[in-house]
């Protein structure tokens, strides 16, 4: 008999069994498959008579933001599980077609002398930009590390006029709250001129799933006033090693994860019409006893499947059956490669490599690859964001060698022409390797091999169902207390001692961990409550 049993090992998972075993309960971790980690893993990979220890490769997320505004990694103690964090300064670079570079610095001036090298009055605007968005996600931050609820929004907006001085500049308060409420695209528009500055704070703003025209999406771009506080850093030995820091931090608090034992059923004890979860049956038939159980899985995994009809109202389980998780989201290929992109852009760049570089030359461009997405095809020229974080960590690859990953949106789970994914991959993961040579020349015959995700690939190696890392579309309609579905957005399901903690639910997906950190404090809310009565 468990105190809690968790089932899976991702990240938010993780964070949830931690916190609930330094509390003094016993927790045990399940995870399906042979390695831990969920979609924050690194595997070796590539093992070759040159390179016999091989390179070690994500297999998920690799670059590391929201974690890092937080206080998990402090909470945890996790650098003393092993857990070191490289900085990626700049955490971000967009080559300029035209030739030349912009870097985003975690320094907001710095950023600033850079974007005046394209456009000294965007330049300008930048600071604007950071300014208001700082105020408002001061305030913003707050309501994702609590359970979401009705009015928590407006409350905080309503507190950041205090805040600060103000959340809004007198006489600007229904400008700025329309700003809030409108497209990430519109508010580029408005705050900047020169395309390269608009397109490459587009595509990041993209990472996130809805489109740039899409309403209430504005804050997707807003966020990069945040980014300026915390910075993008980076698990030296590769992303996998924040959940293996968890882990460790788990067992040394006598907690316990079990590799290889795929959950079949949540076990659930009825009394007419109440519902009790009290352990699990794995696929081999064991059956684990416990008083609570946590799922990390997705939500339609966790209730369609491993609860099940039977135990739901049939509204609820239409409901849940009606989450837009939607119809992919993109592709990656993870590869081998003999040197680093030489850019044409900028030439000898000295810190390009240090963090993500952003390789969409237009927003026309942008808008053509989501084009392509919505008519049910892959992108005949994919956008892309690739990643070289062997310059900065290059333990993670044999001398001399490199790791390249080039991240890809739009690309449809289900082709409209009914195609099979299995018979276009190598094409498709090729048209992104080809925009990084279209960039690097350098790169044309410099590949020495390559890993390929496409939506169904990550669908079947994470159990993100369609491919969509964020777990469900990041629409308004799916977030904050409507996410996944009002009735489950605390964490808690209609199953008494059976709780959520994937990024299925409030605030979403990324390496954030917030869902967990929310999802334990909720279970141990509701376990000093019993204790009390």
Same mark, same amino acid.
């Given at each position: 008999m468990y105190d809690i049993i968790v089932i899976g090992s991702g990240h938010n998972g993780l964070t949830t069994a931690c916190y609930l075993a330094m509390a003094g309960?016993?927790?045990?971790?399940?995870?399906?498959? #042979?390695?831990?980690?969920?979609?924050?893993?690194?595997?070796?990979?590539?093992?070759?008579?040159?390179?016999? #220890?091989?390179?070690?490769?994500?297999?998920?997320?690799?670059? !590391?933001?929201? &974690?890092?505004?937080?206080?998990v990694i402090e909470d945890l103690g996790l650098e003393s599980y092993g857990l070191e964090y490289i900085e990626m300064d700049p955490f971000m670079s967009y080559p300029v077609p035209e030739g030349g570079v912009i870097h985003f610095h975690r320094s907001v001036e710095k950023t600033m002398e850079s974007i005046a090298t394209v456009s000294p009055a965007d330049a300008a605007s930048y600071r604007d930009f950071i300014d208001f968005w700082k105020?408002?996600?001061?305030?913003?931050?707050?309501?994702?590390?609590?359970?979401?609820?009705?009015?928590?929004?407006?409350?905080?907006?309503?507190?950041?006029?205090?805040?600060?001085?103000?959340?809004?500049?007198?006489g600007e308060h229904m400008n700025g709250l329309r700003r809030i409420l409108g497209s990430y695209g519109q508010v580029v528009d408005e705050y900047f001129e020169n395309e390269s500055v608009k397109s490459a704070l587009l595509w990041f703003a993209a990472q996130s799933g809805p489109p740039p025209d899409q309403t209430a999406t504005a804050?997707?771009?807003? $966020?990069?006033?945040?980014?300026?506080?915390?910075?993008?850093?980076r698990p030296k030995g590769g992303s996998g090693m924040l959940t293996q820091a968890m882990a460790r931090m788990l067992e040394a608090h006598g907690g316990e994860v079990r590799l290889n034992a795929p959950v079949e059923k949540i076990l659930?004890?009825?009394?007419?019409?109440?519902?009790?979860?009290?352990?699990?049956?794995?696929?081999?038939?064991e059956e684990l006893s416990a008083r609570r159980v946590v799922s990390?899985? !997705?939500?339609?995994?966790?209730?369609?499947?491993?609860?099940?009809?039977?135990?739901?109202?049939?509204?609820?389980?239409?409901?849940?059956? =009606? &989450?837009?998780?939607?119809?992919?989201?993109?592709?990656?290929?993870?590869?081998?490669?003999?040197?680093?992109?030489?850019?044409?852009?900028?030439?000898? #760049?000295?810190?390009i490599h240090n963090g993500l570089q952003l390789l969409v030359p237009s927003r026309d461009y942008m808008n053509a690859s989501i084009g392509d997405y919505m008519a049910g095809r892959p992108p005949e020229h994919p956008s892309v964001l690739a990643m070289t974080f062997t310059k900065i960590d290059p333990s993670l690859a044999p001398d001399g060698k490199h790791l390249l990953y080039a991240w890809a949106q739009w690309h449809p789970y289900r082709l409209s022409d009914g195609s099979n994914w299995e018979n276009i991959r190598e094409r498709e993961a090729q048209k992104i390797y080809d925009v990084i040579t279209r960039y690097a020349p350098?790169?044309?015959?410099?590949?020495?091999? $390559?890993? &390929?995700?496409?939506?169904? #690939?990550?669908?079947?190696?994470?159990?993100?169902?369609?491919?969509?890392?964020? !777990?469900?579309?990041?629409?308004? =309609?799916?977030?904050?207390?409507?996410?996944?579905?009002?009735?489950?957005?605390?964490y808690k399901t209609p199953v008494e001692n059976l709780y959520l903690s994937s990024a299925s639910c409030h605030p979403g997906g990324g390496v954030f961990a917030a869902a967990g950190y929310n999802a334990a404090g909720v279970v141990l809310r509701d376990i000093r409550k019993r204790k009390f009565f």
């Open positions: 309960h016993s927790v045990c971790v399940l995870e399906s498959r #042979d390695t831990l980690g969920g979609a924050v893993c690194t595997e070796p990979m590539f093992h070759s008579p040159e390179a016999p #220890d091989g390179y070690r490769v994500d297999v998920g997320s690799s670059a !590391h933001f929201m &974690i890092h505004q937080t206080p105020r408002i996600n001061t305030g913003v931050l707050k309501t994702f590390l609590v359970p979401p609820a009705p009015g928590r929004i407006l409350r905080e907006v309503l507190k950041g006029q205090y805040r600060e001085g103000s959340m809004f500049k007198k804050d997707f771009v807003g $966020w990069q006033a945040m980014l300026h506080e915390s910075g993008g850093k659930i004890r009825s009394e007419g019409n109440h519902k009790k979860a009290v352990g699990v049956r794995l696929a081999n038939g990390n899985a !997705h939500v339609q995994t966790t209730m369609l499947r491993l609860v099940g009809p039977e135990h739901l109202a049939a509204s609820l389980f239409k409901r849940i059956g =009606d &989450i837009n998780v939607g119809n992919g989201f993109g592709m990656v290929i993870r590869c081998a490669v003999e040197e680093l992109p030489e850019y044409e852009a900028c030439p000898g #760049d000295p810190c350098n790169m044309a015959d410099k590949r020495i091999d $390559w890993y &390929i995700q496409t939506p169904p #690939d990550i669908e079947q190696k994470h159990g993100l169902l369609r491919g969509n890392v964020m !777990h469900v579309e990041m629409t308004f =309609d799916q977030m904050f207390m409507f996410r996944p579905t009002p009735e489950l957005s605390r």
